[in-house]
């Protein structure tokens, strides 16, 4: 099993003194089409071997973000116009998808997006295609993302595409770590899920990031259970960061507590229409 040897320690949010940074956006702006504005000046940085949360209702521009750090923007007409982004020492637009794959910096897509007519260890195996080290080393990798996820070892054999929504978020991340990654982007994993199944996907993200120092950059509109597995948030409207602090402390804000926690689907949207202005007041006065 592979340990990048790194330790975090996720439950009291403290910094060591070995801590340093394996992702830092800083102040991007990006537009699509040559028009639309989405990102408005967005910083945020992710500490090796940290759980980071960038929470946010629709459209706030959170995939938005994770696909111009993994550089993806290009097959959507979008482009970073202003700003840096260093993976470790390394400027993201000077790299290729395929490079900050092998640099270990991979996203997984909102939405999972398996190949539904593999099945699932075949889809699996598409995810060590930049792998040179050899079909042994492979096969040990298979081997550990099937202790993460169990239920992929039982499903390992049936198409993809009849399995569970969350067997295929499994997948999803279980073909990510094929690729041996320091960091997951991961892009809305509660996504469609029933709560037990979110808790367990997070508990194996947890799990991943404390025994193979995984960093994690989490994308979620599920704010109560991303801060739970989180040691760092950030909050996005429209474009821009609006908040940001500790986990906890975000647990405990007043403003996220009213927004953002205990709200239902339904509570958000109106939320959403009926109280941002008075929002963005409390947080950007
Ligand atoms: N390819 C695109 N072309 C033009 N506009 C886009 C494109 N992709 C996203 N947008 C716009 O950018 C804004 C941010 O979208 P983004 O998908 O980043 O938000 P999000 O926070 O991930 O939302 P959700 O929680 O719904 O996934 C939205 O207003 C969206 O309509
Ligand atoms: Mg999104």
């Known amino acids: 099993m592979s340990t990048l040897e790194l330790d975090w320690p996720a439950d009291t949010g403290e910094k060591s003194a070995a801590q340093d940074t394996i992702l830092s956006v800083n102040n991007i702006e990006v537009i699509y089409d040559h028009v639309i504005l989405v990102l408005k000046g967005v910083s945020l940085t992710v500490p090796r071997g940290g759980i980071v949360a960038l929470l946010g209702a629709n459209g706030a521009g959170k995939t938005t973000t994770l696909k111009a750090v993994s550089n993806l923007l290009g097959a959507e007409r979008g482009e970073v116009t202003k700003g840096k982004i260093l993976f470790e020492k390394d400027e993201v637009q000077a790299l290729s998808p395929n490079d900050l794959v092998r640099r270990g910096c991979i996203q997984v897509m909102e939405g999972r997006h398996c190949f539904g007519h593999l099945s699932i260890e075949e889809n699996l195996l598409t995810g060590a295609y930049t792998r040179t080290d050899g079909a042994a080393a492979v096969k040990a990798d298979l081997e550990m993302v099937y202790n993460y996820f169990p239920r992929l070892r039982e499903r390992r054999q049936s198409q993809a595409g009849y399995t569970s ?41 947890k799990e991943l990031n404390d025994k193979e120092g995984v960093s994690f950059l989490l994308a979620e509109q599920n704010t109560n259970v991303a801060l739970r597995y989180a040691t760092y948030g950030y909050i996005m409207e429209s474009g821009r960061i609006v908040l940001d602090g500790d986990a906890k402390a975000l647990r405990e804000n007043e403003d996220v507590k009213e927004f953002y926690l205990g709200v239902g689907g339904e509570g958000r949207r109106s939320f959403r229409n009926v109280k941002h202005y008075k929002r963005r007041k409390r947080w950007l006065a």
């Open 165 to 205: 929504g969350g067997e295929q978020q499994m997948c999803a991340i279980g073909r990510a770590l094929m690729s041996r990654p320091k960091m997951i982007l991961l892009d809305e994993p509660s996504m469609g899920l029933a709560p037990q199944l979110v808790e367990e996907i997070f508990e194996i993200v």
